[in-house]
């Protein structure tokens, strides 16, 4: 195994972020719990299977935790993934109770481009998840089988909102997932019209779910989740006033240091 590491500052890594930073080793296996890791890429060669993931950069436990993922699936590991991913989603929901959410998701143009949303209460709801079987067996059929085209990528990040637990719908979503980097002199207005946007996005008919929140590594880096009822739902959003003022901002404010990244997906009922 060939890992490379960036340096960046020390941090305590949580039971989960350790398992996660020893790149689908046995739970057994154990790190020193201080380490200046804050960002870790993992190569299998032999496999072409790649992790990254961010790891917290502060020990605050308060606040709900999202997490994304995207993965990439060669096509013939697909179903059999998918399977192993809906007993995580059903582990989870059923037996955490700190889990509020886990969705399952298929790319609108790729159908081997599989995306997950979650979130816990807390921290330390998210640190146990860390610790499930369910979770495990994903790892070990990632390690065994060698099913991705290209690196697993997740983002965690602390949302701003109420916790509760959120239903998934027996019917299919179409949902986004945003990843915005805002220059720091702009951070305030960008939280201030996400805020207000929040509110009118959850207002819409058609809007399911408008949730928003910052990466737990980078201040300066949003993320949003989105579903509505079908791609209708997300074109009514469109062209609502509320979009619009955001698209104003956009143009006028220049707030990002790199483009966003908008995935488009509909979820697979669970």
């Not at 582990?91 to 995306?115: A, H, K, M, W, Y």
């Not at 979009?243 to 956009?250: E, L, M, R, T, W």
Request: charged letters at 25%; aromatic letters at 10%.
């Amino acid at each position: 195994m060939i890992v490379r590491q960036i340096l960046r500052a020390s941090v305590l890594l949580s039971p989960f972020q350790r398992q996660l930073a020893c790149g689908f080793t046995s739970p057994t296996q154990t790190l020193n719990p201080i380490s200046t890791l804050i960002y870790n890429e993992y190569e299998y060669p032999s496999s072409g299977v790649q992790l990254r993931m961010s790891s917290s950069a502060s020990t605050d436990s308060d606040g709900i935790i999202a997490l994304n993922v995207k993965m990439v699936v060669k096509p013939e590991h697909k179903e059999s993934l998918l399977k192993v991913l809906e007993a995580d989603a059903k582990g989870s929901r059923n037996t955490e109770p700190g889990c509020l959410q886990f969705l399952i998701g298929t790319d609108v143009e790729d159908p081997n481009t599989l995306f997950l949303h979650e979130q816990y209460k807390s921290q330390a709801d998210f640190d146990v998840h860390g610790t499930t079987p369910h979770l495990q067996a994903v790892f070990d059929f990632l390690k065994d089988h060698d099913p991705l085209i290209e690196p697993m990528v997740g983002q965690i990040y602390k949302c701003h909102h109420d916790p509760m637990k959120i239903e998934n719908s027996q019917f299919s979503a179409f949902c986004l997932n945003v990843e915005s980097c805002v220059k720091p002199e702009l951070r305030e207005d960008f939280i201030e019209l996400m805020t207000s946007h929040q509110q009118n996005s959850k207002a819409e008919p058609l809007c399911r779910q408008f949730d928003w929140g910052v990466s737990v590594e980078d201040p300066n880096s949003f993320y949003i989740h989105e579903e509505y009822e079908g791609k209708e739902g997300f074109d009514a959003h469109e062209r609502s006033a509320h979009f619009a003022k955001f698209i104003q901002f956009n143009k006028e404010k220049q707030p990002y240091t790199k483009p966003q990244v908008v995935q488009f997906y509909n979820t697979l009922p669970l």
